[in-house]
T-cell receptor, first 115, second 110 residues
Framework: NAGVTQTPKFQVLKTGQSMTLQCAQD?????MSWYRQDPGMGLRLIHY???????DQGEVPNGYNVSRSTTEDFPLRLLSAAPSQTSVYFC??????????????FGEGSRLTVL | TQLLEQSPQFLSIQEGENLTVYCNSS?????LQWYRQEPGEGPVLLVT?????EVKKLKRLTFQFGDARKDSSLHITAAQPGDTGLYLC??????????FGKGNQVVVIP
């Protein structure tokens, strides 16, 4: 019962480096999203996707890119990391059928530190 | 701007006491959810409320959705150490977006 799987769990980057956070789900969910969680700020939506080939910006998209080539995978790319991107990142997915009231299934998180 | 305001931000109580935390907004939501998050893990859904005035119970947890669908409360009866965690409310405001509050950190002391 894998659910939502995120890798890596921990990562340290230097300013200016690039990296990709991986997210995969095995529940055949059309909707996938990325949030960041910072102390005192709660969870903030970065990008989301309602299906393969479709992505859209959330509340805090600057500095991040996403793509959705398959239903299962939704990677988050940092092209040039900045210290302000130090955070815990969560990937989440859900069904989008007419009966769905939006329950999100979260991964365990990826803790990123940018020096 | 924060769509959802949660209060109190931090609450510490003794085992066996009751507590209530709140989630308020000036916006109307089609549904509102409560999640619990433990350290090092992702949030896990506790309940979804959809109808104004709705009350749902989950063992010792009672969730209420305001009549105008702008606010919600979570009441825990006879709190136990296992109830310790960060409680997050989230509102569905359309366009496939779910907005989260900053959370209520609850600590239950044995």
């Amino acid at each position: 019962n894998a659910g939502v799987t995120q890798t890596p769990k921990f990562q340290v980057l230097k300013t200016g480096q690039s990296m990709t956070l991986q997210c995969a789900q095995d529940m055949n969910h059309e909707y996938m999203s990325w949030y960041r969680q910072d102390p005192g700020m709660g969870l903030r939506l970065i990008h989301y996707s309602v299906g393969a080939g479709i992505t859209d910006q959330g509340e805090v998209p600057n500095g991040y890119n996403v793509s959705r080539s398959t239903t299962e995978d939704f990677p988050l790319r940092l092209l040039s990391a900045a210290p302000s991107q130090t955070s815990v990142y969560f990937c989440a997915s859900r069904f989008t059928g007419w009966w769905n009231t939006g329950e999100l299934f979260f991964g365990e998180g990826s803790r990123l530190t940018v020096l | 701007t924060q769509l959802l305001e949660q209060s109190p931000q931090f609450l510490s109580i003794q085992e066996g006491e009751n507590l209530t935390v709140y989630c308020n907004s000036s916006s109307v939501f089609s549904s509102l959810q409560w999640y619990r998050q433990e350290p090092g893990e992702g949030p896990v859904l506790l309940v979804t409320v959809v109808t104004g005035g709705e009350v749902k119970k989950l063992k010792r947890l009672t969730f209420q959705f305001g009549d105008a669908r702008k606010d919600s409360s979570l009441h825990i009866t006879a709190a136990q150490p296992g109830d310790t965690g960060l409680y997050l409310c989230a509102g569905d405001y359309g366009n496939n977006r779910l907005a989260f509050g900053k959370g209520n950190q609850v600590v239950v002391i044995p």
